[in-house]
């Protein structure tokens, strides 16, 4: 890294203030789906006072583009959690960091609370790879991190990724850009329904899309090409239970890359590994905390 990029500060990485603060606040809710106030200063001010983005938001909920779900906190805390109101939704479906991006689902307080705890919890892992990036000088912000991303596997089914990320390892010899699917598990469903999401992963990794049109007569390869010029590699990263039943479910994880074949076909060719999200956040997600799926000591997701 050189001496200009270690001398950066935080706001330099940061999206441009050329911008207006509150059409930024719009994208990347749109973007994130739900943010609390202190997500969205991490990821749009992290220089800035709470009371900045406050003020946005506030003046945005008046004019009835955002709304919010409250979210009760230890000792009777209280935190906003924002996401669009219809007209928010309108208002911000041509934006060009938005396109692509599939139907907005959260216009209500009751989808709002329904859906919260995972995607905050997704945002939540967003923002430590974003300390990452602009602690070490490398690239990744609001718009390297796509939720929500489906991509067809066959037989009518489709793989939904919690989230696409993109990711830009700048150093002096080289700028290296990364893609990783990730997957954000709260121990909400079953260890082994969470393995099987490989099995969903080995199958778009070998999905070709049929042929198109009267003149195509074979497949134009893996379908994935058309969006990914290298497969992106794929993260898991666990929270909301106790250790012992995290590295159980990073073993079932490891078990289902050595005893499914299309797994471990995947995995010759595809990094795979696992973290605890608050490992993560205690020591950076550039260290060696992510368990390779096929085995061997912990390392940064980087090198798996």
């Given at each position: 890294?050189?001496?200009?990029?270690?001398?950066?500060?935080?706001?330099?990485?940061?999206?441009?203030?050329?911008?207006?603060?509150?059409?930024?606040?719009?994208?990347?809710?749109?973007?994130?789906?739900?943010?609390?106030?202190?997500?969205?200063?991490?990821?749009?001010?992290?220089?800035?006072?709470?009371?900045?983005?406050?003020r946005?938001?506030?003046?945005?909920?008046?004019?009835?583009?955002?709304?919010?779900?409250?979210?009760?906190?230890?000792?009777?805390?209280?935190?906003?959690?924002?996401?669009?109101?219809?007209?928010?939704?309108?208002?911000?479906?041509?934006?060009?960091?938005?396109?692509?991006?599939?139907?907005?689902?959260?216009t209500?307080?009751?989808?709002?609370?329904?859906?919260?705890?995972?995607?905050?919890?997704?945002?939540?892992?967003?923002?430590?790879?974003?300390?990452?990036?602009?602690r070490?000088?490398?690239?990744?912000?609001?718009?390297?991190?796509?939720?929500?991303?489906?991509?067809?596997?066959?037989?009518?089914?489709?793989?939904?990724?919690?989230?696409?990320?993109?990711?830009?390892?700048?150093?002096?010899?080289?700028?290296?850009?990364?893609?990783?699917?990730?997957?954000?598990?709260?121990?909400?469903?079953s260890?082994?329904?969470?393995?099987?999401?490989?099995?969903?992963?080995?199958?778009?990794y070998?999905?070709?899309?049929?042929?198109?049109?009267?003149?195509?007569t074979?497949?134009?390869g893996?379908?994935?090409?058309?969006?990914?010029?290298?497969?992106?590699?794929?993260?898991?990263?666990?929270?909301?239970?106790?250790?012992?039943?995290?590295?159980?479910?990073?073993?079932?994880?490891?078990?289902?890359?050595?005893?499914?074949?299309?797994?471990?076909?995947?995995?010759?060719?595809?990094?795979?590994?696992?973290?605890?999200?608050?490992?993560?956040?205690?020591?950076?997600?550039?260290?060696?905390?992510?368990?390779?799926?096929?085995?061997?000591?912990?390392?940064?997701?980087?090198?798996?």
């Open positions: 890294m050189t001496s200009t990029t270690r001398g950066r500060r935080t706001s330099d990485l940061a999206p441009s203030p050329a911008e207006p603060l509150s059409h930024q606040i719009l994208a990347a809710i749109a973007q994130h789906r739900i943010t609390t106030t202190s997500q969205l200063r991490c990821m749009l001010r992290p220089d800035g006072s709470r009371q900045l983005l406050s946005a938001l506030n003046k945005l909920r008046t004019d009835e583009f955002v709304d919010c779900t409250v979210l009760q906190g230890p000792r009777r805390s209280r935190t906003n959690a924002w996401y669009l109101t219809s007209a928010g939704v309108q208002l911000t479906r041509g934006l060009p960091a938005l396109r692509g991006r599939p139907p907005y689902p959260i209500s307080t009751t989808a709002a609370s329904l859906k919260t705890p995972h995607t905050l919890t997704v945002v939540r892992t967003h923002l430590q790879f974003a300390a990452d990036a602009r070490l000088g490398h690239e990744h912000g609001p718009w390297d991190w796509t939720p929500e991303v489906a991509h067809s596997i066959g037989e009518g089914e489709r793989l939904v990724a919690d989230a696409l990320m993109r990711y830009t390892v700048a150093d002096v010899q080289q700028r290296r850009k990364l893609r990783a699917f990730v997957e954000v598990d709260r121990t909400t469903m260890s082994e329904r969470l393995a099987v999401k490989l099995i969903e992963y080995a199958r778009l070998l999905y070709e899309a049929p042929p198109g049109g009267r003149r195509r074979s497949s134009m893996p379908a994935w090409l058309r969006w990914y010029p290298v497969f992106p590699r794929v993260l898991f990263v666990l929270t909301a239970a106790s250790p012992t039943r995290l590295a159980n479910r990073i073993s079932d994880l490891q078990a289902m890359v050595a005893q499914h074949p299309l797994v471990a076909a995947l995995a010759r060719s595809v990094p795979l590994g696992a973290a605890v999200l608050e490992e993560i956040e205690h020591n950076g997600g550039n260290l060696a905390v992510w368990v390779p799926l096929t085995g061997g000591e912990p390392r940064p997701w980087t090198v798996l």
